[in-house]
């Protein structure tokens, strides 16, 4: 499950689509039970998320920008 959700995640990154709200709480859930238990992200999962991380960070960096 988790690879097909970050499979999607990244064909919507890379086609220039917005990230769908529900799949990437599924990721992030699917992700959190992996690490509960002990599990490795698949490389997939792991650039997904590295992915959503990096969107994540510019979207709070353009919140935060202060126009004169």
């Known amino acids: 499950m988790a690879i097909a959700l970050a499979e999607q995640v990244l064909q ?3 086609s220039g689509q917005p990230f769908d709200e529900k ?3 599924a ?5 959190r039970f ?3 238990n002990e ?3 698949p490389p ?9 991380a990096s969107h ?3 979207v709070k960096a353009a919140s935060t920008v202060v126009e004169p």
């Open 56 to 58: 994540l960070g510019k």
């Open 23 to 25: 799949q990437l709480e």
């Open 44 to 52: 997939v999962v792991e650039k997904a998320i590295d992915v959503l």
């Open 27 to 31: 990721l992030a859930v699917a992700a």
């Open 12 to 14: 919507a990154q890379a």
């Open 39 to 41: 599990i490795s992200w």
């Open 34 to 36: 992996l690490l509960e």
